[in-house]
């Protein structure tokens, strides 16, 4: 398995007036790994992807992208750069067909703003990043239907779709089964499993036997700091972590 | 520019600062409990005006009042008046986009231009300053102020102050600010939201209109004036930033300091010296003063 | 019936405008030049509004500097050139746009419209009130601006039907050009930014830019109608700014249909023939004075019965 890091957070902190959300929490992505972030809710995790995705600036520490400061790297830079992300609710686009969705992403690497007189119809490598994408995740089938007549789980995969049509090589996956039954939420690890090669993933999520299924490494926080991050079986008998989810043992 | 006339500047910057506040703040109570944009309520200030102007002769024969009971009846209609656009017009509006809700009731200021006109006429008016607060105070050996700014001041500071109470000390006030972030929350304990919602919007109405009417006697009863307090409104709100109350303020008082000062000290700079003003904060904090809090 | 099976409508109507002179009459034509000019207006309007999701209350700002430009650049004696006179007095209104988008545009929703009426009436008082615009009376245009190479006349605007032709030529190229960028990389963009600007801004796309140049696009399109205008009543003034003009072209795209380019120009004649309709004293008798009541109830209604506008009467998705 490879060690390189395509992604690492230092010490990032995030205050608002006097609460501190995030607290000095440093982890690493490696490429070929899924990397979890599981706690409480409020636990701060909402606010890491943030910190990392470019959407929150820290109040400090450090955000590393390819071995490269990206910290003062607005969103769009540091997406550009090869960060993909996906949101816990969809942010896909309802009105236009599930093809142009990932089209649409995928330009943005080839943007071309000021060649108006070609369609973006027209745009080649757009056309082959979103297809491939597609491809991909399964949704190879229903490129023509409007995306907001997907299945709930169907959106989920366009939702991850549209991150890969960036070409990305880390992704930074934000509850991927959220609102998923038993059935979905299984392709979708099948899915993320297949993602692991090439990429470096973050994987927040709530639902505990998924995460153990898929992740190579897991970090859990409370009250905005991390208490663990490990292996999943050197978690899962972390007295700290046990004290933390299920309180005081007999 | 000696100090009397100084001090008789910033005491009218003060004034108009006060009375935009007021105004201001019916907008943003209505835009940020029930998150309806209303270009109307311009057009509840120029009601109040003329309310105040057609009303005196009416209270003054059948009530025997004056101008306080004028300020009381016109209040009181302010709040029927609310009430009832609130329950046939505004609650279609909560769950429009805000280009729709831009859109009706800038058709709505239309209307009510237009029912003005028919039932008052397009006349510029005057309103008599009430013989308890026609005086003025000495200000140094030659200048003296007129009372009755000063009475505009301090009811806008007093109706200012009350409205805070109201909103942080009652129940009244929490049920109304728990309502604005989570509707179905309060539905479900019991408050009746739509009666709170009809409330609120009734206040905002009524506010708008007092504004008016006080304000009557110092700036005039004319067509345009609705219009024109509203688009000033929005530069108070947008300098002030995003539901700030204070930033409201400290932009209301600066927008009256600049206004007042720009038209004596540059008379034909005036009209677009707030604008300027509203620029350059713009250009320093693109948020706005202060952000929500 | 499926509007858009029918690419034949705009087609249609192009040739409806150019012969209309002929069938029409001049007082009419004149009527339809002024409605065209209003169409280029709402376009300008529909880029921002119905493609990028920008509700701009302020575009008569446009409109009004490029009027302005018109009035206050053209030589007083001889007709002006076209060539020189039409590219700066829309770069003006561009220039306003610039600077108004600069500062509008890290704004967000009711904050936004808020800021570019405010923007607007900045612009309006500068006209009104300063010597820059002539004061409240307006300015004159005594000579009309043409078009020649040498000594051969090729555009002479003074000439009522010329002034049509250019005028349409004008609105089939704003119409035909924003079509072309609807299609493009850029529009599909735009498109995107309406829809959900996060997930356009996590895909990689410096959304700012491209919100500033919609808006100088639209500035300039909008300052074009405003030239358009200035030349053809021959006088301008400072109501050419006014936030009124501002909400009667926003309603003409939503009384035409936001998100369609058809819809524009729709609404534009649904907008003026509905005025001078509610106008007429031939049909209100003297109540025609308070047309104002009749116009703000047809808005009203029409915000809450048609969400669609017109185009959406015709556009019925099959069941």
New interface residues.
Partial sequence: MSTEVLLRGVDLTRRWGGLVAVDQVSLELQRGTVHAVIGTNGAGKSTLINLLSGELPPSAGRVELLGRDVTGWPQPRRARAGLGRSYQRNTIFPGFSVFENCRLSAQARHAHPWAVWQPAAQCGASRAAAQSALERVGLADQIDQPAGSLSHGGKRQLEIAMCLATEPQVLLLDEPLAGMGAEETDRMLDLLATLRDGHAILLVEHDMDAVFRVADRITVMVNGAVIASDAPDAVRRSPEVQAAYLGEQP | MDFATFLIQCLNGLQYGLLLFLVASGLTLIFGIMGVINLAHGSFYMIGAYMAFALAPWVDSVLGGGFFTTLLVGTVLAVVLGYLLEWTFFSYLYEREHLQQVLMTYGLILVFEELRSLLVGDDVHGVKVPELLAGSIPLGDVMSYPVYRLFISGVCLALALGMYLVFTRTRLGMRIRAGSTNREMVQSLGVDIRLLYRVVFAAGVAIAVFAGMIASPVSSVYPGMGNQVLIICFVVVVIGGIGSIRGALLAALLIGFVDTFGKVLLPQAAGVLVYLLMAAILLVKPDGLFKAG | MNARALPWLPLAGVAVLAAYPWIGGEYSASLVARIMIYAIFALSLELL?GTTGL?C?GQAAFFGIGAYGAVLLASQELPSSLAWLLPASVGLAAVYALLMGA??L??K???F???T???A??AY??I????LGGGTDGIYLYVKPGLALGDTVLLDLERGSVFYGFTLACLVAVYAALA??Q???????L??IK??E??????????YP?KL?AFVLSGAIAGLAGFLFAVKDGFVNPELLS?HLS?SV??MI?LGGLGHLRGAVIGAFAYVLLEELFKSEAVFGSFAR?W??G??????LS??LL?RGLVGLLDRRPA
Avoid at chain 3, 128 to 131: E, K, L, N, R, S
Avoid at chain 3, 183 to 189: I, L, N, P
Avoid at chain 3, 198 to 207: E, K, L, V
């Fill in positions: 509004v509700v209350f500062l509008s890290r704004t929703g009711v904050y419209i808020m800021v009426l405010a923007f009436q900045m008082y500068v009104h009130d300063t010597p072309m960028l299609r493009s990389r850029f529009g599909h963009a498109a995107g829809a959900n996060q997930r356009m801004r996590a895909a990689g796309f410096s959304t491209y140049a936030w909400g926003l309603i939503i308070h104002h009541l116009l703000g109830l047809v808005i009203i915000v809450a969400p």
